[in-house]
């Protein structure tokens, strides 16, 4: 007996200090990864992108030859500050909730003449070919750093697209049975060196949605909201959404409204 109660202490004691150890190398990790977005901060990329964006924005262009400067992002026509940090939103002329992106289309399309299959066709960067979209959220998003996280979905349209959004959250789907929530709906989660946000707090959520758009250094280039939500589903082994789908803005619309009151610093910088 006296045997068997001497093997369990030293069965806790070496549990104990393997824990403390993985503790200690966690925590290690994280301090370092920490040092390497610091060391990336220092010379944002993304800078050149809002540039870009800025100039797009107020350049003629399209076959009426003209701006974006009475684009209305849900503000008024022309008015960026703050914007971005509102939407997705309901917009009464479209009778539809819209996010940055959507809007953006559409303001390309009715003020500047485009079709939308003109203006979705390099909708992300490739090798060689830079997104112009990237460059125009870039710059709209920098118009809301500072500015609060504000999409209370209020309107039906809206509470009815964030309800959308949190039932895509939890649901499983795909060949491995797979949700949004099992990755971001627990603290503590990581996936290689990469920390997992709990989605479903204001704080975790908030940490997640206020540096979008971001510059991807692992990529070269900037990603938007639209773009990182698609990648997740393709990498949960989901048919891929189109870009602009509704199921992409139900899910920014529930992901924004938990992150409500959270301070925008964008444009940000990841791995």
Excluded at 222 to 229: G, K
Excluded at 258 to 268: I, K
Aim: proline residues 5%.
């Amino acid at each position: 007996m006296i045997q068997g109660f001497i093997k369990t202490l030293v069965g806790v004691a070496v549990t104990t200090a393997c824990l403390g150890s993985a503790t200690a190398q966690d925590s290690k990790v994280a301090d370092e990864l920490a040092k390497y977005r610091e060391a990336l901060a220092d010379g944002n990329p993304a800078d050149l992108f809002e540039v870009k964006g800025e100039a797009l924005w107020a350049e003629k262009r399209g076959p009426k030859n003209a701006s974006l400067e009475q684009c209305d992002l849900g503000l008024g026509p022309g008015k960026l500050d703050g914007a971005y940090a509102q939407l997705p939103k309901y917009f009464k002329d479209t009778n539809k909730v819209m996010d940055v992106e959507s809007r953006l289309v559409h303001c390309m399309v009715t003020l500047q003449g485009f079709t939308q299959a003109e203006v979705t066709k390099q909708w992300y960067s490739k090798p060689g070919k830079d997104s112009d979209i990237e460059a125009l959220v870039t710059f709209i998003g920098a118009k809301s750093n500072g500015k609060p996280i504000n999409v209370p979905a209020t309107h039906p349209e809206e509470a009815k697209m964030a309800k959308m959004g949190e039932y895509i959250f939890y649901r499983r789907s795909g060949p491995q049975d797979f949700s949004c929530s099992i990755c971001h709906g627990q603290e503590g989660k990581r996936i290689r060196l990469q920390d997992l946000g709990n989605l479903t707090t204001k704080d975790g959520a908030g940490v997640a949605m206020k540096t979008w758009p971001s510059y991807r250094v692992s990529q070269g280039t900037v990603w938007t909201m639209q773009r990182r939500l698609i990648d997740c589903m393709r990498q949960a082994r989901w048919p891929e959404p189109n870009y602009l789908a509704d199921s992409v803005i139900a899910l920014e619309t529930y992901l924004l409204k938990t992150a409500t009151g959270t301070v925008m610093e964008t444009p940000g910088i990841k791995r």
